[in-house]
């Protein structure tokens, strides 16, 4: 489980997360919503402690993140996270691409982190694609690409930072796709999403962020279909 009690994040003198509580459990799958500032991305990066906070704190299967005593690199493992850009290594190999962490990081033979490698690029659908170098994909393969290179450290949480944001419209729909899959198989996954329908379908809970506090958060039946917050309805009234 994660879990975040009191949360609070500064840049400079903008507070940007404003005490926030959450409790995310092992196989949910949670989507974060809200306008563009509101401190949804913020909230990804302290998870995985990308970001350091001003009080509060954010545990990880009772290991606190942000503690001096915790090796960050290890506990950051657990937690794959997939960004707005995919960030590939132009000079290696999709295969290479996703082998290269469990190589270097968990000290796989290179064998082992190859066949680890093909296994997570066929999971995602870019099984023909081994030997193809990123600038030979499409966007949506090289955002795949960078779910299967986290995929391959074999994490229990994923973090997806607006994944199809910087892609083109037709492209959106196959990494969706990919995520689908993942939630189908019970992977853990905090979704901060601009995909209102992906969110419906696929969400067990979707949380509403609004200046860095958690407005509301229930059932994706109950957010969009009888929301209750009248911030949350002037949200949702912009965006249809």
């Known amino acids: 489980m994660i879990e975040i009690r009191g949360l609070e994040k500064f840049f400079g003198n903008l507070q940007v ?34 970001e350091p906070i001003q009080k509060g704190s954010i545990k990880v299967d009772g290991t606190d993140v942000h503690a001096k005593s915790t090796n960050i690199n290890h506990l950051r493992q657990k937690m794959g996270m997939v960004f707005q850009q995919w960030n590939s290594f132009p000079h290696l190999t999709a295969l290479e691409n996703v ?5 270097i990081v968990k000290g796989m033979s290179k ?3 190859r066949d680890i490698a093909a296994k ?53 729909g196959e990494v969706l796709d990919a995520m689908r899959l993942l939630a189908q198989e019970g992977m853990t996954m905090i979704c901060v999403t601009h995909e209102m329908g992906f969110a419906r379908d696929v969400s067990d809970r979707v949380a509403f962020v609004h200046e860095g506090i958690i407005e509301e958060i229930d059932t994706p039946t ?17 965006i249809r």
């Open 99 to 103: 082998a290269l962490a469990p190589k």
């Open 17 to 50: 997360l404003k005490g926030v509580d959450l409790d995310v459990r092992k196989g949910e799958v949670l989507s974060i919503i809200g306008a563009s500032g509101s401190g949804k991305s913020t909230l990804l990066y302290c998870i995985n402690g990308l």
């Open 120 to 172: 997570q690029l066929e999971h995602v659908g870019l099984g023909d694609k081994l030997d193809a170098y990123p600038s030979a994909l499409s966007g949506g393969q090289q955002q795949r690409l960078a779910i299967a290179r986290a995929l391959a450290m074999e994490p229990t949480y994923m973090l997806f930072d607006e994944a199809t944001s910087a892609l083109d419209p037709e492209l959106v």
């Open 222 to 238: 109950e957010i969009f279909g009888a929301p209750k917050s009248d911030l949350l309805k002037k949200f949702l009234s912009n």
């Open 111 to 113: 064998a082992q982190a």
